[in-house]
């Protein structure tokens, strides 16, 4: 059985920090590009970074480049999402997907809250 189970979500201020992990099982995750997505209420999911199955390639979306790193541990099957500097819009739910050629998996989000 597939899974993917995000953690570390939860309040903080803005100018604070958080760091997401998503562990996989039942997947070969080393051969899995996995990404972040970030969905705010009424607005659509949005990609937000994403790292091929070696690390050697990254992306981020504009407005996390600099605040942001996604990294994986390959070893423990798991993709983290380092957020700093983080701002009010910021707040959502975050989501971990992995795909590899057709296959494409999501996990169940983790809530991010940014407020004073």
Do not use: H
């Amino acid at each position: 059985q597939v899974q993917l189970v995000e953690s570390g979500g939860g309040l903080v201020q803005p100018g604070g920090s958080l760091r997401l992990s998503c562990a996989a099982s039942g997947i070969g995750f080393s051969t899995y590009t996995m990404s972040w997505y970030r969905q705010a209420p009424g607005k659509e999911r949005e990609l937000v970074a994403t790292i091929t199955s070696r690390g050697t390639g990254i992306i981020y979306v504009d407005d996390v480049k600099g605040r942001f790193t996604i990294s994986r541990d390959n070893a423990k099957n798991t993709v983290y999402l380092q957020m700093n500097s983080l701002k009010s819009e910021d707040a959502a739910v975050y989501y971990c997907r992995g795909q590899w050629l057709s296959r494409d998996y999501w996990g169940q989000g983790t809530q991010v809250t940014v407020s004073s």
